[in-house]
């Protein structure tokens, strides 16, 4: 499967949200890889409330502002981290944030690395925010990168996914504008 192009990033974050579900996002790390299949992502634009780039950019979040294709990582909670991957235009802030991944490759690392141990359901592994960052051994050392070939993290072609197959729904874990229907889930069949 090949690399996406950066030109891929410069869409609307609604659009990218979208596009990105059933990509193949790979980290390597000290020579070993592992990744899974986008399956739950959800969308931030620059005049949407619960957006980190609503109030203009700060040293926080000016990966959200950076060329599309830029990786916005940030601590949640002083608990775990989330990834996001900028889109739109530069200059424009906002990004998707990447929820949940189906496992696919580098399992027994993903499994130590959340400490996560057969016969525990895979399906559990990645999915969320936290543990799809933990899972992949994404930290703020990749914040402000970009997802260019000499990046550790690729998003690369992955499994075609239909429009019939991606659903959509409110967003989760926020208290502003969480009624806006921008978070986007592939149906669970698609991945049996």
């Not at 979208?18 to 986008?38: M, P, S, T």
Request: charged residues 20%; neutral net charge.
């Amino acid at each position: 499967m090949s690399q996406v192009a950066l030109d891929f990033y410069a869409r609307g974050a609604v659009d990218l949200a979208q596009a990105l579900l059933g990509c193949l996002i790979e980290h390597e790390v000290d020579g070993q890889i592992c990744g899974g299949f986008i399956s739950e992502t959800e969308a931030y634009t620059e005049d949407d409330e619960a957006s980190h780039s609503f109030r203009g950019m700060t040293p926080r979040n000016q990966a959200m502002f950076a060329q599309p294709g830029t990786i916005y990582v940030y601590r949640s909670y002083g608990l775990h981290f989330c990834m996001n991957i900028s889109s739109g235009a530069e200059g424009r802030g906002e990004a998707v944030l990447l929820r949940a991944i189906v496992p696919s490759e580098g399992l027994s690392l993903m499994r130590s690395r959340r400490k996560w141990p057969e016969p525990k359901a895979l399906r559990d592994l990645a999915n969320g925010p936290g543990k799809l960052t933990a899972a992949l051994g994404i930290g703020l050392e990749l914040n402000g990168s970009l997802l260019t070939g000499n990046s550790p993290l690729h998003v690369k072609q992955g499994r075609p996914v239909s429009l019939e197959a991606i659903q959509s729904g409110p967003r989760i874990g926020i208290s502003k504008a969480k009624e806006k229907p921008w978070r986007f889930w592939v149906k669970a069949t698609e991945w049996s």
